[in-house]
Nanobody, 124 residues
Framework: QLQASGGGLVQAGDSLRLSCVAS????????MAWFRQGPGKEREFVAA????????YYADSVKGRFTISRDNAKNTVFLQMNSLTPEDTAVYYC???????????????????WGHGTLVTVSS
């Protein structure tokens, strides 16, 4: 089970840190990812942290502004979001996969475990 938190209402240019706590899974063994779904949009890939090592991957729209990381001791994955814009407004979901491969790391179908999402609203 994955529980995401940390969303809220912020202004453009602000920062937020999302957290995703895993129970029943050991995230150090999983590829962990964040996706988001904006109003009227499909769910899209945001960032991933591959299970082998610490390789990270980002959507072009967030590269340089967002950072994914994990604390294995706390079984928690984070998404640090800086320089937020109204286009970042969405429900953010964390996801986990024990069998992800690099070629499909950005696909929602790769992930078998999902949290309920946390809403991020960025006002202009």
């Amino acid at each position: 089970q994955l529980q995401a938190s940390g969303g809220g209402l912020v202004q453009a240019g602000d920062s937020l840190r999302l957290s995703c706590v895993a129970s029943g899974r050991i995230i150090s063994s999983d590829t962990m990812a964040w996706f988001r779904q904006g109003p009227g949009k499909e769910r899209e890939f945001v960032a991933a942290l591959f299970r082998r090592g610490s390789n990270t991957y980002y959507a072009d729209s967030v590269k340089g502004r967002f950072t994914i990381s994990r604390d294995n001791a706390k079984n928690t994955v984070f998404l640090q979001m800086n320089s937020l814009t109204p286009e970042d407004t969405a429900v953010y979901y964390c996801a986990a996969s024990g069998r992800a491969i690099l070629s499909s790391i950005t696909s929602p179908d790769t992930y078998g475990y999902w949290g309920h999402g946390t809403l991020v609203t960025v006002s202009s």
